[in-house]
């Protein structure tokens, strides 16, 4: 199994920013790709960035040229750095890694940027 573990979110206000970090335990040897999802009250949950083991990305269009994943293989570790914040990006965001397990999510952490 594969356990994950978000932090970094918060307050922040419009145009600001803050980077989001997913620890992974357990199984992390089986991991293939790991990416961050987030869901807004009353919507449904929606991918924003991927990233593979061999390192390419995949960015959700409303995020693309704010947000960059990255990925720390030796300490089983991906990051969303989050600039340019808009209020629509206020959302519960969500870890998520596809292993050969299986998929696996974190508990999510909470980003609400003000405007």
């Known amino acids: 199994q594969v356990q994950l573990v978000e932090s970094g979110g918060g307050l922040v206000q419009a145009g600001g920013s803050l980077r989001l970090s997913c620890a992974a335990s357990?199984?992390?040897?089986?991991?293939?790709?790991m990416g961050w999802y987030r869901q807004a009250p009353g919507k449904q949950r929606e991918l924003v960035a991927v990233?593979?083991?061999?390192?390419?990305?995949n960015y959700a269009d409303s995020v693309k040229g704010r947000f960059t994943i990255s990925r720390d293989n030796a300490k089983n570790t991906v990051y969303l750095q989050m600039n340019t914040l808009k209020p629509e990006d206020t959302a519960v965001y969500y870890c998520?890694?596809?292993?050969?397990?299986?998929?696996?999510w974190g508990q999510g952490t909470q980003v609400t940027v003000s405007s």
């Open positions: 990233i593979r083991w061999g390192g390419s990305t």
């Open positions: 357990g199984s992390t040897f089986s991991i293939k790709n």
């Open positions: 998520h890694a596809a292993s050969l397990s299986g998929s696996h």
